[in-house]
């Protein structure tokens, strides 16, 4: 059975203060929140420091990214094995600005998968289409192609670790939201693409909405039969509004 899943992309804001009071605010509002996996990403400065206000709670750390390589001559950039030495259990993968503002391709996500998996991470890998293509009627093969080109080069246990979340980039940070029925359409989609390499376990698959979700529109999302959560960025910054949105299923 898959499980239902809230996560708080951060991004680039908060400082470590503010940061650690957030996730206490969250650990505390969370304790009447049943059936719902919590995670919240914070940048790579605060990991350690949430992870001690986290420690005992429902809610689980992840990391916004991480490295290719292993380790090495590789300045500026965070292995794996050092997020998951922070008390880190997820590492989000593939995300659209990390695609168009820094050039990651699949070549590089597939060994970001690899290196997520070798340090016990689960992926929440991105895919998503972008405005034109959505208006040109591509979305569907665009979000075939990056599943085809990364995750199912996956063996069948390393998928059975993996959540999807799928960002329709037209609609991260513009208040623009996919229709409940636009995010049912491509969720089952996806599912029906995994299921053609994976077969029933996609079934198994969680698969978060990632676009401008917040309170007002997360019960209706939520409610399809193909979408187990969200992705949550700007909503995440506010704990009653992250809460809220935990409390929608």
Not at 200 to 221: H, R, V, W
Not at 228 to 238: P, Y
Request: charged letters at 25%; a negative charge; glycine letters at 8%.
């Amino acid at each position: 059975m898959r499980k239902k899943i809230v996560a708080g992309n951060w991004k680039m804001n908060t400082s470590v203060s503010k940061g650690e009071q957030l996730a206490a605010e969250i650990v505390e509002k969370s304790k009447d929140v049943e059936g719902v996996v919590l995670v919240v990403a914070p940048p790579f400065t605060h990991l350690t420091k949430v992870a001690d206000k986290l420690n005992g709670s429902q809610v689980a750390l992840s990391a916004q990214n991480c490295a290719a390589e292993t380790s090495g001559a590789y300045t500026g950039e965070v292995a794996a094995s050092m997020v998951a030495d922070t008390g880190a259990k997820y590492c989000i993968l593939g995300h659209s600005e990390r695609r168009e503002y820094y050039g990651e391709t699949d070549e590089t996500l597939n060994k970001k998968l690899a290196q997520c998996f070798a340090n016990n991470l689960i992926p929440v890998f991105c895919v998503g289409e972008k405005l034109a293509e959505r208006e040109n009627e591509r979305h569907f093969e665009v979000v075939k192609t990056q599943l085809y080109n990364t995750v199912f080069n996956l063996s069948d246990e390393d998928f059975g670790k993996v959540v999807i979340a799928y960002e329709p980039v037209w609609a991260i940070g513009t208040g623009k939201t996919a229709t409940p029925d636009q995010a049912q359409e491509i969720h089952a989609f996806i599912r029906k693409t995994l299921a053609e390499k994976f077969g029933a376990k996609a079934d198994d698959t969680s698969i978060l909405y990632g676009g401008s979700c917040n309170p007002a529109n997360a019960k209706s999302l939520f409610a399809n039969a193909d979408v187990d959560g969200g992705l949550i960025g700007g909503a995440s910054l506010k704990s009653d509004d992250f809460i809220a949105i935990a409390k929608s299923f």
